[in-house]
């Protein structure tokens, strides 16, 4: 039986260790934390959001106890703001299956005391380079799963692939009670998020939280710089709720009744930073010249603003995993790493790269036009017009980004999309939008709320 270590003991470091012990190989988790320190004293590393497409493979490991408790996300709500205080337009789209998104301190120690059930073995201890080294020699592979941490050191940045090479966000989480689970108007759970221009982005997540169960997780992604930037040197969770209900209240202030109660879930759930989003060559090579193999955020690590991290670490396991049965009993050499993660790349990894880059960039002429187009969804699951279509298949590239960036990024492509989607003219569509934000456009001219679409009859029970 082949040998694998796994370093690490988050979203992508849990899922390859059991995946890889389904199919058969002996696996030794290594982890920094207990299961009880991972619930009871670590700060939440991501809402760790997910789409279908990444909870299929979940569940196919039978990883999936909270399913009747979590609330279930049916699609997203977006408010596009050029402008602060300019509510442009709006985009109501449903997904075709649900995501969830749960508290990774609670998964990891579920995930982790259930390894140990299945027969996985799990060792406690802070792996140094050093320690490292002892471990490839001991096992066929190793695999390093820790995030952003500085063991990510030993795989070099990939300039041609990492198009950024400083943080474009200073990024805030915190995890709140007490806002209820849904806004009237919206006739969906989903995620809610607010584009504001040129101070950046919030995000309201619906949320399993380890202590009180269904509840948000906020997202705020600052332009560095911007008037909303206020977040860094927060040393509480309180200090970063109440400075995320400032920015609410001063700018996405349709929501601050909403959130103005809301409390902190518990005293670790927040977490402030900034990182330049990367991609890394797979092959890590110790002082000995033994090697180890990336995933997850080790990999490739993104920006939260398409919340694509954890969905993107479990495609990576799926294929780690379908290329280590493949390669049955062949070294485990550097070309079998690359080469393992150009699969992932052609399949998965470029698409999700440039969809979630291009969410940090101004918007296409290519997007604008589809969001013109789409401009009357309201998110009723009975709608089938084409701009609701156009809306669902926006919100559906979020589960897998091969489906629609593609065609994202060449204006003609787009139009013969909108037209296969609704069944009328490009410029008919857009127009027809087009108007719809005008007229609102106008009505915020003369000092009045815009009427965006709205299911006046749905109120949140």
């Known amino acids: 039986m082949r040998r694998i270590a796994i370093i690490g003991s988050g979203q992508a470091g849990l899922l390859a260790a059991h995946a ?63 402008v602060p205080g300019n509510r442009m337009l709006t985009l109501a789209g449903r997904l075709r299956r649900p995501f969830l ?10 995930w982790m005391h259930e390894l140990t059930k299945r027969g996985g073995k799990i060792e406690i201890e802070s792996v140094s380079i050093e320690r490292l080294e002892q471990i490839a020699a001991q096992n066929d592979l190793t695999i390093v799963a820790t995030g952003r941490g500085d063991m990510t050191n030993l795989f070099e940045r990939n300039a041609e692939r990492s198009v950024y090479d400083k943080p ?22 989903g995620l809610k998020y607010n584009v504001l221009g040129p101070l950046g982005e919030a995000f309201w997540i619906p949320y399993y939280h380890k202590d009180v169960g269904q509840s948000w997780n906020l997202v705020f992604e600052a332009r560095p710089g911007s008037a909303m930037d206020r977040f860094e040197g927060c040393k509480t969770g309180e200090q970063v709720l109440e400075i995320g209900k400032q920015v609410v209240k001063e700018f996405v202030p349709w929501d601050y009744e909403w959130l103005k109660d809301a409390e902190l879930s518990d005293s670790y759930g927040w977490q402030v930073g900034k990182f330049a989003p990367t991609v890394r060559n797979p092959v890590g090579r110790l002082p000995s010249g033994r090697l180890v193999a990336a995933v997850g955020d080790t990999a490739m690590s993104l920006d939260p603003i ?49 969809h979630n880059n291009g969410m940090l960039q101004p918007g296409s002429a290519a997007l604008r036009d589809l969001l013109f187009a789409q401009y009357g969804s309201d998110g009723r699951f009975d709608n089938n017009t084409g701009a609701q279509r156009l809306a669902n298949a926006y919100v559906e590239n979020g589960n897998d980004p ?27 569509a857009i127009a027809s939008g087009a108007m719809g934000v005008a007229r609102e456009e106008f009505r915020q001219w003369r000092g009045l709320e815009p009427r965006h679409p709205l299911v006046a009859a749905y109120k949140v029970a």
């Not at 909870?55 to 609330?71: I, K, M, R, V």
């Not at 998104?101 to 579920?110: K, T």
């Not at 799926?318 to 790493?337: K, S």
Request: aromatic fraction near 12%.
């Open 402 to 428: 091969a489906m629609l960036t593609p065609t994202l990024q060449d204006r003609r492509k787009t139009h013969e999309f909108i037209e296969k989607t609704t069944g009328i003219s490009w410029i008919r």
């Open 168 to 189: 474009q966000r200073h990024l805030a989480m915190v995890c709140v009670k007490g806002p209820q689970m849904g806004f009237d108007g919206i006739p969906m759970l």
């Open 101 to 110: 998104a749960i508290d990774l301190r609670l998964q990891s120690y579920h």
């Open 20 to 82: 890889l012990l389904k199919a058969g190989y002996e696996v030794t988790l290594y982890s920094d934390r207990t299961p009880e320190k991972w619930l009871n004293e670590s700060k939440p590393t991501g809402s760790a959001t997910r789409f279908d497409m990444a909870l299929q493979f979940e569940y196919e490991l039978g990883l999936n106890s909270w399913e009747n408790d979590a609330p279930w996300g049916e699609g997203a709500h977006m408010t596009l703001c050029p």
């Open 306 to 354: 398409g919340g694509q991290g954890a969905n993107n670490g479990n495609k990576m396991v799926r294929n780690m995993l379908e290329c280590i049965v493949a390669h049955e009993d062949r070294p485990f050499d550097a070309q079998w790493m690359t080469d393992t993660f150009e699969r992932f790349w052609a399949r998965h990894g470029y698409w999700t790269s440039v």
